[in-house]
């Protein structure tokens, strides 16, 4: 089952602050994080591991919380750099250990 | 992280014809994904292909549709047979990273259209 990400839309002057969040019914393994420009393949951006781990780099960081099957993305300090469209990826290990169920997306646009 | 291309990177089509896209991967890797994501939508998985097995295909992609070959670890393809416009979408690979952490890289794409 897909993932449900929200909010589905998001607009930002450059500095602002955002965050994305992700939502499964089903126990994770683990969650992967996509940023996507028009006209491009989706781009790595994290990876959360089961455990409830929070990662982050640069302005970028991420939380896992396992018991709510839900993850979070928080972008700080926003860039003209960081528009395009956000993708949860979902692995619920296993048999399905690399398969990932992306959510429907979260289009990010940040204006000067 | 792996370096991974697609040929082509794009290509119209006639409708009742065939495309094979191919994606190649700068090392070795284990497990090989193929994603389709339609115009405006999300990335939805079609097949697994690991070297030495056979692909395995999630709910409503078929083999005799998405036939898919992978001999060996740096190399697969992916058909689209006997297309219809509904086929009109990006076809990506993907490679899981063979690091501790699972992670999986996408390459470049491949664009198509059916007329």
Redo the contacts between chains.
């Keep these: 089952q897909?993932p449900v990400q929200s909010p589905q839309a998001v607009i930002l002057r450059e500095g602002e602050d955002a965050v994305i969040n992700c939502s499964s019914s089903k126990a994770l393994y683990?969650v992967?994080w996509?940023r996507q420009k028009h006209g491009?393949?989706?781009?790595?951006l994290m990876?959360l591991?089961k455990g409830g781990e929070q990662k982050g780099h640069d302005k970028i960081s991420a939380s896992f919380n396992e018991k709510k099957q839900q993850s979070s993305l928080y972008l700080t300090a926003s860039q003209l750099s960081y528009s395009g469209t956000y993708?949860c990826?979902t692995?619920a290990g296993g048999t399905s250990?690399?398969?990932?169920?992306?959510?429907?997306?979260t289009i990010l646009t940040v204006h000067p | 992280s792996a370096v991974i291309s697609q040929k082509p990177s794009r290509d119209i089509c006639q409708r009742g014809t065939s495309l094979t896209i191919q994606c190649q991967v700068d090392s070795q890797v284990t497990m090989m994904f193929w994603y389709r994501q339609q115009p405006g939508q999300s990335l939805t998985l079609i097949a697994t292909a690991n070297q030495g097995s056979e692909a395995t295909y999630e709910s409503g992609f078929v083999i005799d549709k998405f036939p898919i070959s992978r001999p060996n670890l740096t190399f697969s393809t992916l058909t689209v047979s006997n297309m219809s416009p509904e086929d009109s979408s990006i076809y990506l690979c993907s490679v899981e990273g063979g690091s501790a952490e699972d992670t999986q890289y996408f390459g470049p794409g491949t664009r198509l259209t059916v007329l």
């Design positions: 897909q683990s992967h996509y491009e393949a989706p781009v790595f990876i591991l993708f990826g692995d250990y690399g398969k990932l169920t992306f959510g429907q997306g």
